[in-house]
């Protein structure tokens, strides 16, 4: 795969911490507007330009883009983003209060190896969450949310970055979630070679996060190819790659994305349970504490009240797609009990990722509904399923620590920089 270093806008060092943020789509409209109220100055009010106005403003109108980027120009004006000297890659490191940390490099990626399998991704994307990344890329001139990657880890790399690693960061400071960030700038040339010549011996990369961005920025990429035609020279134009970060796959940490549906439908709890040991689970008995699985195939249910322990008795199978718990649970109890056959736009689903404890997902279940806690998908199981070419059911994955947004920004078309 090709990887190249990037020309970017960061943030001065002594403003990182109030201007970065977690990504534009972990927030619901009214945890963004409360927190770009009360972090004006924060990317957050560039990545959901739509805070900047009153409630009930349409998101996707174009005024709400240009505003955008008008708050990009600003936050050059003022200093905030300075402007990196010259083409570098940086290691940015993840630390959680826990002691789990990562370390990934950040880097430009080519459009054409996502779009010929060589990164891959797993998830299906929606037509409305795409053409807003695309207008939001078109309006600003630039792409503003790094997209996070994985890859089969590397001896080489991890010596290469290893040493990359050993000198001052550039950035050292700890966010509002407790995560400390750090970041390490590699500048020379021999260095930047290495790695990139040894990222060209890596077979495949696979999207953990930012599936969304990451099709908004193809889109963008064959747009301005019928607009610009052939490159003159062969070289990649900076809209044909696309800002990532890539790390190993065994750094990686990933947590639960659990479901609550908020009803049985017709069935009465009586029926619904014997609905679902005639799909091939056994039921344990109720108690008052959850029941978090610590395997697969078995799943925490909260129902009238009560916790129970599911385990599936069925069959098994060699299918990567269909060894997921969360395929397994859509097939047979979701969709196949619950009538739910497209859980993107159910309203009676709801996706609960990154929960540490289930007793959260108590009130959201209610009097009627009925939560499911699930084992957590693996990195190798993501792996698989795309290396089968094939889309894994949605929220499967719920990756943390998040990567910050506007930690670095890429500015991809030179006639949207200075208007």
């Not at 695309?134 to 949310?145: L, P, S, W, Y």
């Not at 995560?179 to 495949?204: G, H, L």
């Not at 193809?218 to 990532?244: H, K, M, N």
Request: glycine share 6%; net charge negative.
């Amino acid at each position: 795969m090709r990887v190249e270093p990037i020309d970017c806008l960061r943030p001065r060092p002594e403003k990182v911490g109030e201007f970065t943020s977690l990504p534009y789509d972990v927030f619901t409209e009214g945890e963004a507007r409360a927190y770009a109220a009360a972090h004006p100055t924060s990317f957050l009010a560039i990545d959901r330009p739509e805070t900047n106005f009153p409630a009930g403003q349409d998101p996707y109108a174009p005024e709400v883009y240009e505003k955008a980027h008008q708050l990009l120009l600003d936050r050059q004006r003022d200093f905030t983003l300075l402007r990196e000297e010259r083409p570098c890659l940086f290691l940015y490191e993840l630390t959680e209060a826990s002691g789990h940390s990562q370390c990934g490099l950040v880097a430009s990626c080519a459009i054409d190896d996502y779009l010929d399998g060589t990164i891959r991704r797993h998830e299906a994307t929606r037509a409305e969450k795409e053409d807003d990344r695309v207008r939001h890329i078109k309006a600003t001139g630039a792409q503003t949310g790094p997209i996070f990657l994985t890859y089969r880890d590397n001896y080489a790399l991890d010596v290469i970055l290893g040493l990359a690693r050993s000198g001052e960061p550039l950035y050292d400071w700890t966010d509002e979630l407790g995560v400390r960030q750090r970041v390490w700038r590699i500048a020379r040339d021999a260095a930047i070679e290495a790695i990139c010549a040894t990222f060209a011996t890596i077979d495949a990369a696979y999207v953990a996060d930012g599936h969304h961005r990451l099709a908004a920025a193809a889109r963008v990429c064959q747009d301005w190819r019928e607009r610009d035609g052939a490159s003159p020279d062969g070289s990649l134009r900076p809209y044909e790659t696309f800002l990532a970060v890539l790390f190993p796959a065994s750094q990686l940490r990933v947590l639960p994305y659990n479901r609550v549906v908020t009803d049985t439908g017709a069935l009465s709890f009586e029926e619904f349970t014997r609905r679902v040991e005639e799909a091939g689970f056994s039921w344990s008995r109720p108690q008052a504490e959850p029941c978090t699985p610590t395997e697969h195939g078995t799943f925490g249910v909260f129902a009238k009240g009560a916790w129970y322990r599911l385990r599936w008795q069925g069959a098994t199978t060699d299918d990567p797609y269909g060894q997921l718990d969360t395929a397994l649970l859509h097939r047979t109890i979701v969709e196949g009990i619950l009538g739910i056959t497209d859980p993107r736009t159910d309203p009676r689903l709801s996706f609960h990722g990154g929960l540490e404890d289930p007793r959260a997902l108590e009130p959201v279940a209610g009097a009627h509904g009925v939560a499911f806690v699930l084992y957590p998908t693996s990195v190798e199981e993501l792996m698989a399923v795309a290396d089968d070419g094939k889309l894994m059911p949605p929220k499967s994955t719920w990756f943390e620590p998040k990567l910050r947004s506007g930690l670095f920004i890429r500015r991809i078309d030179q006639a949207r920089r200075q208007r």
